[in-house]
T-cell receptor, first 113, second 115 residues
Framework: EAGVAQSPRYKIIEKRQSVAFWCNPISGHATLYWYQQILGQGPKLLIQFQNNGVVDDSQLPKDRFSAERLKGVDSTLKIQPAKLEDSAVYLC???????????FGEGSWLTVV | AQSVAQPEDQVNVAEGNPLTVKCTYSVSGNPYLFWYVQYPNRGLQFLLKYITGDNLVKGSYGFEAEFNKSQTSFHLKKPSALVSDSALYFCAVRDGSGGYNKLIFGAGTRLAVHP
């Protein structure tokens, strides 16, 4: 069974530029998560989708971050404009229905310079 | 609010010796607890989980974890450490507030296994 796919794996941008990350969850998984992991910290939830609807975006900095999952399958996380403090690993994860084990992708590593 | 704490930033152990990575939790209701491992430049890999039942949970790569309700702990253990076990380990608790489940992670513990 294929795992959670993410791209790009690595991205370096200048501050104030924009960046987008893509995620394709495990087939059949209704719940999709985006987590942010800053160096030296545990992952923090940014946004959670159930099918194509947002169920939790309380920690998403909405002035610069946006995410969508239009067809209830793959998802895109965008940052515009980026700040230095956005340098982190962006982890996408999925779960069959939110009650089962959550599986993570390899992460997208962002460096803002 | 649900939370977990990992009191050690780093654990050092010699290869072949037993290892323990500590985790304590604070939850309202029944705890659903997880351990994940992160190797360098990789995502998080699921190791094991406690939902209910046996207090000793067995997981991947020879790891196990002991759930202790009275001490509110969920320590990760392995009888004999390998150099290849060196990685970052995260304890997590499931938070179902709001009707949808998500994971709340600890800050992580770096395990270094020396030959």
């Amino acid at each position: 069974e294929a795992g959670v796919a993410q791209s790009p794996r690595y991205k370096i941008i200048e501050k104030r530029q924009s960046v987008a990350f893509w995620c394709n969850p495990i087939s059949g998984h209704a719940t999709l998560y985006w987590y942010q992991q800053i160096l030296g910290q545990g992952p923090k939830l940014l946004i959670q989708f159930q099918n194509n609807g947002v169920v939790d975006d309380s920690q998403l900095p909405k002035d610069r971050f946006s995410a969508e999952r239009l067809k209830g399958v793959d998802s895109t996380l965008k940052i515009q404009p980026a700040k230095l403090e956005d340098s982190a690993v962006y982890l996408c994860a999925s779960s069959f229905d939110g009650r089962n084990t959550i599986y993570f992708g390899e992460g997208s590593w962002l460096t803002v310079v | 609010a649900q939370s977990v704490a990992q009191p050690e930033d780093q654990v050092n152990v010699a290869e072949g010796n037993p290892l323990t990575v500590k985790c304590t939790y604070s939850v309202s209701g029944n705890p659903y607890l997880f351990w994940y491992v992160q190797y360098p430049n990789r995502g998080l890999q699921f190791l094991l989980k406690y939902i209910t039942g046996d207090n000793l949970v067995k997981g991947s790569y020879g790891f196990e974890a002991e759930f202790n309700k009275s001490q509110t702990s969920f320590h990760l253990k392995k009888p004999s450490a390998l150099v290849s076990d060196s990685a970052l380990y995260f304890c997590a608790v499931r938070d179902g507030s709001g009707g949808y489940n998500k994971l709340i992670f600890g800050a992580g513990t770096r395990l270094a296994v020396h030959p």
